[in-house]
């Protein structure tokens, strides 16, 4: 199979280097709107199989012009390219594949189901870690069960020591970690979905040689999760885990409006708030210091007539060997996972088509675990 990756960020440079190594790939082109950062990144990431080229991702024709000739794209970049690039790809009949992150992008690609189905093509949106990995789990959590009332997801990629006075580093992109700050979070509740604010039901967590951590609502980790299980759980929530007190500092800082794309006027320009607040962060949270990833998910429910509580957990660390961060293998590598399967024949649902539906779970953890990226799992 070959397989197309637009974007040569971390993500990007993560999925080249688990792709161009996979069984079965033929070739891996790497594209990017800087060209040469691309051709670098295939050098240092990638192998013999790995190619590199420009793009433009928002030129829809001039992506079609390169899918044309791969099986399979994955969207390293920022989501708001996204509804072009699924169009191009069901027009070149090119599977595909995103990080998402945007719950108003999803509902936009999933108008496309029809036009996916007719071009026998499999698009599957938001394949990275949360929304991504998790929703895998989640659906093999439930298998577990006869009846499910609760899940509980806490995701959070941290530095390994933290730093103040936000004992944070960036470990993806400051749009995307804003956005997920800025936009409604999606829960279910009494089995219907509703939405409730960002940065809040703040709530306390201990991981095991970790420590006392935060956890509060985040929009976009739970994805397609609340209308796949809508009526069928009383109970879905997704927050994200950060070291105390980050909450309390943050958030009045996107209170004021620090989050806000609407222009204001400086002198005689005009600026966001957002695109100087997302300067602000990348110049002062860059830290490169080694990262670690912590997941858990708590299943409530009943199995043959009893009581069950089950708890997946996730602690994933920086591979010092291949420069990887563990943000980088716990995001990229699902979504290559995914891409490979897809091509590969194991999955043969077509259409725009959610994770937790057409992803077998089994096989997906045993992927994970190939990768040293290892499910613990407890019970109650």
């Not at 190594?21 to 050098?43: K, N, T």
């Not at 659906?139 to 103040?164: N, W, Y």
């Not at 105390?244 to 006027?265: A, N, T």
Request: contains cysteine; charged residues 25%; glycine residues 10%.
């Amino acid at each position: 199979m070959k397989i197309a990756v637009i974007g040569s960020g971390l993500m990007g440079r993560a999925v080249v280097y688990d792709l161009s190594r996979a069984e079965g790939v033929e070739e891996v082109g790497l594209f990017d709107f800087d060209s040469d950062l691309a051709e670098e990144i295939a050098r240092k990431f990638g192998n013999e199989i790995t190619s590199a080229g420009k793009v433009d991702a928002r030129d829809e024709t001039m992506v079609a012009g390169i899918l044309k000739d791969y099986d399979a794209c994955i969207s390293a970049v920022t989501y708001r390219y996204n509804e072009g690039l699924t169009r191009a790809a069901i027009k070149t009949k090119t599977h595909f594949f995103d990080l998402g992150g945007n719950n108003d992008m999803v509902r936009v690609q999933f108008e496309m189901d029809e036009a996916a189905k007719s071009a026998d093509v499999t698009v599957i949106p938001d394949c990275g870690l949360a929304p991504g990995m998790v929703s895998v789990l989640v659906a093999g959590g439930i298998a577990e069960f006869d009846k499910v009332m609760s899940v509980k997801i806490r995701v959070g990629g941290l530095p390994q020591v933290p730093r103040p006075p936000l004992n944070y580093q960036m470990v993806f992109s400051s749009e995307g970690l804003i956005n997920e700050y800025w936009e409604p979070a999606l829960i279910l509740e009494n089995g219907q979905p509703r939405t409730v604010n960002p940065m809040t039901g703040l709530e306390k967590l201990e991981f095991d040689g970790i420590g006392e951590l935060e956890a509060f609502y985040t929009s976009g980790g739970t994805s397609t999760l609340p209308q796949t299980l809508r009526g069928k759980i009383d109970f879905l929530d997704y927050k994200t885990i950060r070291y105390p007190g980050h909450c309390q500092i943050f958030r009045p800082m996107l209170e004021i409006g620090l989050g806000s794309r609407s222009p204001i006027k400086v002198g005689d320009t005009s600026i966001e708030p957002r695109e100087v607040f997302k300067k602000v962060l990348e110049k002062n949270l860059f830290f490169n210091e080694p990262d670690m990833v912590l997941v858990r998910i708590t299943f409530e429910g009943t199995k043959a007539g009893k009581a069950r509580h089950l708890i997946y957990e996730i602690v994933d660390r920086q591979d010092t060997r291949t420069g990887l961060t563990s943000m980088m293998r716990t995001t990229a590598f699902p979504v290559a996972i995914i891409a490979w399967m897809v091509g590969s024949g194991k999955i043969t649902k077509r259409g725009v088509v959610t994770q937790e539906e057409a992803v077998d779970s089994g096989f997906f953890v045993q992927q994970l675990k190939k990768r040293n990226i290892n499910l613990v799992i407890k019970e109650g």
